[in-house]
């Protein structure tokens, strides 16, 4: 692992409580110390309605048990590391009062929300890869920045996660133009952007958003918030310094949440 640049903070990190991650919170927040990382922030998938996605996340009678685990390790690093609590939320259209329920149930530092399903179509589950050749893709991007734009909208929020995520096993946005709806919906609503840098570890190679879009935002005044979408310890600051470069280059800030407050 390289070094990071001093006072960064991971702020999309996952913990085994999804069934899809290993590794404990406090080797995640070991790895952070590791990597140099001045913070972490866990934001593991929100409990949904029991229909909703139920094997890759915590169920609702697990949450108290995620909120107990990292407050332990935050009193563990408490002088060393900055551990902050958040939640990677879904938005899916139907669940929202279910997301305002659980967003209600603590004291939350960053909510981050993402779309993960187009219908009942999980597109970015590597399963069901093959779905993408049956689909118009402009068509594709249109609903899915559509949902974006409702994300942001929903009040729900604090940034919207990995935005360009359709493009992950190749499949690029053949338009553009929905995307640039998105972000103005976006800064419209005062949302940043999860800056995440999984997109380097999938086929396309590329992190979430495409620079291209992290220029869009930047003019746009978006915040980034830097994250891994770390699902084990050694993907903690997942390339980081190419992350601040790049946000850098475009003319984009960094900051960080607590207590659901942006922080530069
Ligand atoms: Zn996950
Ligand atoms: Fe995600
Ligand atoms: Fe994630
Ligand atoms: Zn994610």
Redesign the pocket.
Known sequence: MTASPPSLSDSHT?TPL?G??TGTPREYAQAALDAGLAGICFTD?MPMPRWYDAP?RMTLEQLPEYIEEIQTVQQEFAGRLDVRLGL?ADFHPGTERFIEKVLGMHDWDYVIGSIHYLGAWGFDNPEFVEEYEGRDLGQLYRDYYALAEAAARSGLFDSIGHLDLPKKFGHRDPEGQAVVHALDAIAAAGLALDFNTAGWRKPVAEAYPAPSLVRAAAERGIPFVLGS?A?KPEEVGYRFAEAVQQIGEAGGKIVTFRGRKSQG
């Open positions: 996952h999804c899809h991650a998938h890759w990677e979408d699902h």
